[in-house]
């Protein structure tokens, strides 16, 4: 067993570090760059994000509970290696087996969540920014209605100062 650290760190290098530097060097590439071997290996650089979205929404559930599981961080690592290498084609595999028929299936109802989410959030945060907006006007208003205060009251009880000498 190679441990929890050394698991995780395995888990990072195969699979965000190595696929983050393989999208890199892709975005580097030119239109007259690519040709059919480039675009395949582009479509899997694709496949494998889409694949590792998906694994990191079912880790944030499952995470907790598999990290108890003997050689658990090992096969995570294998399977990351699997997916990320381009001899076995993993998440081209997954892709084309489980992610694009559920997408495909979903895909209107998925668009219409999205559209309706933005306008949800862009509706809150409108709503938000004018409350936090009015806040600090009221809190700046009332600091300077204080300030204020305080130096009439500094003003009068210099002048009774003067008086009394």
């Given amino acids: 067993m190679i441990g929890y650290t050394i698991g995780r760190l395995g888990c990072i290098v195969v699979g965000q570090l190595y696929p983050m530097y393989r999208t890199f060097k892709a975005c580097k590439r030119t239109q007259e760059d690519i040709d059919d071997e480039k675009l395949d ?7 494998f994000w889409a694949v590792n979205g998906l694994m990191a929404f079912a880790e944030w559930w499952f995470d907790f509970f598999m990290s108890w599981v003997p050689m658990y961080y090992e096969a995570k690592v294998l399977l990351l290696f699997w997916l990320v290498s381009s001899n076995f084609a993993g998440s081209q595999f997954i892709y084309d087996n489980f992610v694009e ?47 204020q205060e305080a130096m009439v009251e500094r003003v009068a009880k210099g002048k009774e100062a003067v008086v009394e000498e």
């Fill in 41 to 47: 290996e582009l479509h899997r650089i694709l496949f």
């Fill in 101 to 147: 028929e559920a997408l495909s299936t979903n895909e209107v109802h998925i668009d219409e969540s999205l559209e309706l989410s933005k306008a949800a959030f862009k509706k809150g945060t409108s709503r938000a920014f004018s409350f936090l907006g009015t806040s600090i006007v009221n809190i700046v208003a009332q600091a300077l209605h204080k300030s």
